[in-house]
């Protein structure tokens, strides 16, 4: 069982490059989100789904898109990256089951670094 | 919008202090609570929550955490820090429990511990 996993783990692209973030779970989830992570900003949400074949916009959802075309994976394209998209993505999912806190379960994120 | 704050954003204790992280939050119903660390070079994990019930919490490693609701407070604990508690600690707020579970998150503390 390896949770959440993404690839890859490091990137670095040019401005107007475009790139997609693999997230992948296997723990039957049907929740799963997309994240960045900035210094002195915490995690914002960017893009969630509530299961196969449906998305949401989060937080801060511009320049970026995703699909969720497999109820276990969740991609996050950048179609032409900008240096203010530098930022460390973190992946997580969590399950919908009535009674408990939604805890969510977090990948080990992707580093990514606009020139 | 829903903010959360924490009033530290780095925190320098010497091994066997006690800590205590302040996260308060700006939503006035009810909510889950949440406080995740991130290890250096590891992706974030749930460290303890609040649903319901006893406001005092207790989470893995020795932490524990009390929420004061008429302060919308729920600030972190730990009696005795170790050199292996140096990580970044995150509250988190889930304004509107129930899924889809959207998490706001505070900005984080960085935690260093002297040994």
């Known amino acids: 069982n390896a949770g959440v996993t993404q690839t890859p783990k490091f990137r670095v692209l040019k401005t107007g490059q475009s790139m997609t973030l693999l997230c992948a779970q296997d723990?039957?989830?049907?929740?799963m989100y997309w994240y960045r992570q900035d210094p002195g900003m915490g995690l914002r949400l960017i893009h969630y789904s509530v299961g196969e074949g449906t998305t949401a916009k989060g937080e801060v959802p511009d320049g970026y898109n995703v699909s969720r075309l497999k109820k276990q994976n969740f991609l996050l394209g950048l179609e032409s990256a900008a240096p203010s998209q530098t930022s460390v993505y973190f992946c997580?999912?969590?399950?919908?089951?009535?009674?408990?806190?939604?805890?969510?379960?977090f990948g080990p994120g992707t580093r990514l670094t606009v020139t | 919008a829903q903010s959360v704050s924490q009033h530290n954003h780095h925190v320098i204790l010497s091994e066997a202090a006690s800590l205590e992280l302040g996260c308060n939050y700006s939503?006035?119903?009810?909510?889950?609570l949440f406080w995740y660390v991130q290890y250096p070079g590891q992706h974030l994990q749930l460290l303890l929550k609040y649903f319901s019930g006893d406001p005092l919490v207790k989470g893995i490693k020795g932490f524990e955490a009390e929420f004061i609701k008429s302060k919308f407070s729920f600030n972190l604990r730990k009696p005795s820090v170790q050199w292996s508690d140096t990580a970044e600690y995150f509250c988190a707020v889930n304004a509107n429990p129930g899924p889809p579970s959207k998490l706001v998150f505070g900005a984080g503390t960085i935690l260093r511990v002297k040994s």
């Open positions: 723990m039957n989830h049907e929740y």
């Open positions: 997580a999912s969590s399950y919908p089951r009535l009674g408990t806190t939604y805890e969510q379960y």
């Open positions: 939503y006035g119903g009810t909510v889950n």
